[in-house]
Each structure stands twice: as C-alpha cells, then as structure tokens.
C-alpha cells in the first residue's frame, strides 16, 4: 500500500504499469514539439499557437517588480516555475517524488498514509487513483484525480483551502489538467512522445451552452425536481455528453476549448471545441449521493471555478463545503452561472447566485 501511494506521489499515475491490472499497456498518440502545428488525429488538423494565449502574474523580488508570462508551448517545469514561487508545489505538481507530501490518502483505501513530509511547509494529498474503474474495459477514457491541502490536514477542511488540483485524463492522447490557487485559470499539458508535458491550453471563463452531462439518473424516478430539470434539457434540445466516468464527463463539456483545435463542422467542434455544457450528480431517496467531496467533488470544483465556471451541492460552493470525515459524499453540478442557477432554481426554488455574494475560487 505505502509503495502504491509513493509511486502515486513520484508521478506514476499516468504510467501504463499502473493500469496493467486492468487493460492492456496505454498507447500514446504521436505528437512532435513543434510539429504539432501539422500533425492531425483522427484527420483532423490541428494548430498550435504558441502566442495566441497567455497568463501574466506580477511579482516582486528585492521591492523590483517584474512579470513572469506563462506562454502556451512551455513545458510542465517551465510553467510552474513562472505560476508560483513555492518550490515544494512546484516539485509535487510536477509529478516528481518531491518529499514535501506529509500525508497521501486514496479513495481506494480512505485511510491517512504518513510519506515523511513536512508539516511546516508540507502538503497532504487525497487522490482518486482510478476514475471510471467500471468503463475501463469497454475501453473508454478514465483518468485520476487529486487534491492538494497545506499542512497535515484532509478532515475539517473546505476544498477552497485547496492550494492545488489536478486530473489525468487517459484517453487516445494523455492529458494532465492542473490549476494553483494563487495562479489564474485552469492549464492543460499533453503528454509528447518523449515523455515531456506542453502546455497545450488555459481555460478561463466557462460559458452557457447546450451541452449536459447527467449523472445518476435513477435519482428522477423519486426526485421529481431532478426529473424536471432532466427534462428541461431534453425538450431543449441540449446535447447528451455522457460516459460514466465522472473525469471524462467534466473534462470534455467544461475544459475543452479553441486554443489549438481548429475544426468548424461535423462532431468534433461540439465536443472538444466549447468551454460551455453541465455536469450534475443528483441524490434521492432511493439513490443516494455517492461522489466523495474529498478525493473527487471538491478537486474537480477547485478546477472548475479556476477555469471560470461555478459549482454547487443545491445551496453552496462545493468548495466551501466542511470535509468532516474521509468518507464524506455529496450531489453535485458544475456548469456556468446560468446553469447553475438553473440547477438550484429547479431542485430548491433558490439560487444564491442571484444574490451579491461572491462566488468562485478565489472569493
């Protein structure tokens, strides 16, 4: 167990050896550095523009102040060393073993494992090692997940005290998604053929669109407001976005945008190219909430609301839920302002985002 966990903190989480209980080894897609701009998958021609987007954090060193620009081509190590000055993150989020992880707890076995770090200046981490695990053999995309908190704590924590979350996404190419708390938006990085990540995308404003992702539909049969709101969708026409897996479903209808794909017709564009759509996860009764806020929803509500979007269990942020307990679960949505007015509008005939509270990661 300890040595899963250690190889988990050295980076080993997109490795084909830790899927090989489950699948075949990964196949990586084929991408050069800079022949990316005229590389294609699937015949789709894709283009990279290495200027076309970029962040600006101003800094201060000796009272000198001067700005550090995180471009879209950097590599993984470039980009954190530009985003944040903490060399103990910039070692953790870079998939090294880093020796700055106090403690580590899998969503396989919700149980806290000491890795040696720090408490002072040291992090602990929850991780989903393995999302979509009931997907994994009809071959669709999975991936993992984690969180990262300062200190020693998991338990009595929100996911807004957060200073890190990531998700791989192991599909035809290999993606890891990573936002800071200090940095603005949420950044993707492709795995190239030589074992390097790219900076391929920053995603920050996620707008409305018709696109929905259900999850747990058995909730409709005893929970008429989920039903009117899934219905709501369909007499819509909102465009069905869904897997199974919770990274992938996320993923594909909030993180994708038009950074370095260029495709204008067919199914392509309504998939990968909109940084719009939502994703919800409904309780009842009979079918009870099951995502857990630790290693799963507050994760995946720190890089939604870094990325511009909003996220709710009903009433709140999923981010400024209390983490009582390892085992902690929760419903969720994450989406636009609209739909998650929407959302809460429908299942509890409020919403507090109409109000002038402020919302999002960094509120």
Request: a negative charge; glycine letters at 12%; charged letters at 20%.
């Given at each position: 167990m300890e040595t899963g966990i250690a190889s988990y903190t050295c980076g080993a989480f997109l490795h084909p050896s830790v899927f090989s209980k489950y699948s075949p080894p990964i196949m990586f897609t084929s991408f050069g550095f800079r022949g990316l701009k005229s590389s294609s998958l699937f015949g789709e021609s894709l283009r990279l523009d290495l200027a076309s987007k970029s962040t600006l954090k101003v800094s201060k060193i000796k009272e000198a102040p001067?700005?550090?620009?995180?471009?879209?081509?950097?590599?993984?190590?470039?980009?954190?060393?530009?985003?944040?000055?903490?060399?103990?993150?910039?070692?953790?989020?870079?998939?090294?073993?880093?020796?700055?992880?106090?403690?580590?707890?899998?969503?396989?076995?919700?149980?806290?494992?000491?890795?040696?770090?720090?408490?002072?200046?040291?992090?602990?981490?929850?991780?989903?090692?393995?999302?979509?695990?009931?997907?994994?053999?009809?071959?669709?995309?999975?991936?993992?997940?984690?969180?990262?908190?300062?200190?020693?704590?998991?338990?009595?924590?929100?996911?807004?005290?957060?200073?890190?979350?990531?998700?791989?996404?192991?599909?035809?190419?290999?993606?890891?998604?990573?936002?800071?708390?200090?940095?603005?938006?949420?950044?993707?990085?492709?795995?190239?053929?030589?074992?390097?990540?790219?900076?391929?995308?920053?995603?920050?404003?996620?707008?409305?669109?018709?696109?929905?992702?259900?999850?747990?539909?058995?909730?409709?049969?005893?929970?008429?407001?989920?039903?009117?709101?899934?219905?709501?969708?369909?007499?819509?026409?909102?465009?069905?976005?869904?897997?199974?897996?919770?990274?992938?479903?996320?993923?594909q209808v909030h993180l994708k945008g038009t950074t370095w794909y260029v495709s204008r017709d067919g199914a392509l564009e309504s998939i990968i190219v909109k940084e719009k759509g939502i994703f919800t996860n409904v309780a009842s009764p009979s079918a009870k909430a099951k995502l857990r806020l630790l290693f799963e929803v507050a994760p995946l509500g720190f890089l939604i609301e870094k990325a511009g979007g909003f996220s709710s269990d009903g009433h709140q942020s999923v981010l400024d839920m209390i983490i009582s307990s390892l085992d902690d679960r929760t419903q969720v949505a994450y989406g636009s302002k609209n739909e998650i007015i929407r959302f809460e509008e429908t299942l509890y005939g409020s919403s507090r985002l109409k109000g002038s509270v402020p919302v999002g990661a960094t509120a």
């Open positions: 001067f700005i550090t620009k995180c471009e879209i081509g950097d590599s993984l190590e470039e980009f954190l060393t530009k985003a944040t000055p903490d060399k103990g993150l910039i070692r953790l989020m870079a998939l090294n073993y880093s020796h700055f992880c106090k403690y580590a707890c899998s969503e396989e076995v919700p149980e806290l494992q000491d890795m040696g770090g720090p408490v002072e200046g040291g992090f602990s981490v929850a991780f989903d090692p393995l999302d979509g695990s009931s997907i994994v053999d009809t071959n669709f995309t999975v991936g993992t997940i984690f969180g990262v908190w300062p200190g020693d704590k998991l338990t009595g924590v929100t996911g807004r005290d957060q200073v890190a979350a990531a998700m791989g996404v192991l599909g035809p190419r290999t993606t890891y998604v990573l936002a800071l708390k200090d940095f603005p938006g949420t950044h993707e990085f492709l795995l190239l053929d030589e074992g390097k990540w790219q900076h391929v995308k920053e995603t920050t404003q996620i707008g409305d669109g018709k696109l929905f992702s259900p999850g747990n539909l058995r909730a409709t049969f005893d929970n008429p407001s989920y039903d009117k709101l899934i219905n709501y969708y369909v007499n819509e026409k909102y465009t069905l976005r869904y897997t199974g897996g919770m990274v992938p479903d996320v993923n």
